[in-house]
């Protein structure tokens, strides 16, 4: 039976925390982030006996349009990287997908949007180490029947790649690539070093992302959001709850590149990147992710997830460089679900995703004017 989570913040993290695929999308903190911009989130567990555990939970983030007449009650229905269940239970999964397909249409929505961390496969396809699973597929075919559509508007990475933390750091620098282990040490030899950050360095590390954004060609969003994000999360380490901390690398005691590295639930995710032109030949980033995996490793992490990976796999992808770089660490490539759509409105949902591209190519275009400002 699917009811809404009445506990605290600490009680849900550690409820979505034992579940499978528990992600810090999912987590408490990030629905409040998402709650200061307009989404309404909304808690749902789905129980098994009276005594027993939740069998799976989600965070369901509404949105109201904006539109007057008939349209003032219709919504949009988002549950990033959830539900979170055991996907291979045919049963469970059918309970979970029924409860939400109803969800949707009681409240009025266009659509839901889902895009759990379910399987497709590891490696690259194509290559020798690519292997698939039918779990993946079979829930696939199960959307489709359902009348879910492979969204057109992936707000995430569907692939990405996740470095194993369980060896010893000297094993993990040996799985890396050479030229990785080589720029690593580079970097060292060149006076690179890191710092973490405090929270007098948030107004620093955003507008090294504003630079990143212009150079590598992607939107990011206003100063103030992600320092509510960096906010939610910034605070001394608390086991289950989700947290994070950012660091710093320096020539000479100059900013040349940070990230912001967030842990939940036993993974540590790489969520923010930044960097300057300046110092680039003294290879900051690679020591600045060395330094990330061995914090990550020594708060407990079994896992360093990357943070995306083309959609496909392939040289003329605007990822491609990127992806080489996370590759050299020694990661392997996963490949999940990505974003589906349940059209509980199908004749809205048409329109809507006839319009939402062109809009959304608009909001780029006036974001990264912004943020062109924001540089000067």
């Known amino acids: 039976m699917m009811q809404t989570f009445r506990g605290s913040a600490a009680e849900?993290?550690?409820?979505?925390?034992?579940?499978?695929?528990?992600?810090?999308?999912?987590?408490?903190?990030?629905?409040?982030?998402?709650?200061?911009?307009?989404?309404?989130?909304?808690?749902?567990?789905?129980?098994?006996?009276?005594?027993?555990?939740?069998?799976?939970?989600?965070?369901?983030?509404?949105?109201?349009?904006?539109?007057?007449?008939?349209?003032?009650?219709?919504?949009?229905?988002?549950?990033?990287?959830?539900?979170?269940?055991?996907?291979?239970?045919?049963?469970?999964?059918?309970?979970?997908?029924?409860?939400?397909?109803?969800?949707?249409?009681?409240?009025?929505?266009?659509?839901?949007?889902?895009?759990?961390d379910v399987l497709l496969g590891t490696g690259v396809p194509g290559r020798a180490e690519a292997v698939e699973t039918e779990t993946g597929?079979?829930?696939?075919?199960?959307?489709?029947?359902?009348?879910?559509?492979?969204?057109?508007?992936?707000?995430?990475?569907?692939?990405?790649?996740?470095?194993?933390?369980?060896?010893?750091?000297?094993?993990?620098?040996a799985r890396m690539k050479q030229k990785t282990r080589y720029n690593?040490?580079?970097?060292?030899?060149?006076?690179?070093?890191?710092?973490?950050?405090?929270?007098?360095?948030?107004?620093?590390?955003?507008?090294?992302?504003?630079?990143?954004?212009?150079r590598d060609g992607f939107v990011i969003r206003e100063e103030a959001y992600y320092r509510a994000v960096w906010e939610a999360f910034l605070r001394p380490p608390a086991d289950p709850q989700p947290w994070a901390e950012a660091l710093i690398a320096e020539v000479e005691g100059q900013p040349v590149a940070g990230l912001f590295l967030f842990y939940f639930a036993g993974r540590a995710y790489y969520l923010y990147g930044m960097s300057r032109e300046i110092h680039r030949e003294k290879m900051p980033n690679y020591l600045l992710q060395w330094e990330?995996?061995?914090r990550a490793k020594a708060h407990g992490c079994a896992v360093y997830d990357l943070w995306g990976a083309p959609d496909e796999f392939d040289e003329r992808d605007s990822m491609w460089g990127v992806f080489r770089f996370k590759e050299g660490l020694g990661g392997q490539v996963t490949r999940t679900l990505g974003a589906w759509d349940y059209p509980a409105s199908p004749l809205l949902y048409r329109m809507y995703t006839q319009v939402i591209p062109r809009l959304l190519d608009v909001m780029r275009w006036r974001g990264q004017r912004k943020t062109r400002q924001i540089i000067a």
């Open 12 to 116: 849900w993290d550690a409820l979505i925390a034992r579940l499978p695929g528990a992600h810090l999308l999912q987590t408490w903190e990030w629905a409040q982030v998402k709650a200061k911009y307009g989404w309404q989130p909304m808690p749902l567990v789905w129980s098994g006996q009276p005594s027993s555990p939740p069998l799976a939970a989600a965070m369901v983030l509404k949105r109201v349009i904006p539109a007057g007449g008939f349209a003032k009650k219709m919504c949009l229905l988002y549950t990033p990287k959830g539900p979170l269940l055991d996907w291979s239970d045919a049963a469970l999964r059918g309970r979970v997908l029924d409860d939400l397909q109803a969800l949707a249409k009681r409240a009025g929505a266009i659509f839901l949007k889902a895009d759990p």
């Open 137 to 173: 597929s079979r829930v696939q075919a199960d959307l489709a029947r359902r009348g879910w559509l492979f969204s057109q508007d992936q707000i995430q990475f569907r692939n990405t790649v996740l470095l194993d933390l369980a060896p010893s750091e000297a094993e993990i620098l």
């Open 184 to 214: 690593l040490r580079l970097a060292e030899k060149k006076g690179v070093r890191v710092r973490p950050a405090t929270p007098q360095d948030l107004p620093l590390l955003y507008k090294m992302y504003a630079e990143t954004s212009l």
């Open 292 to 294: 990330a995996i061995r």
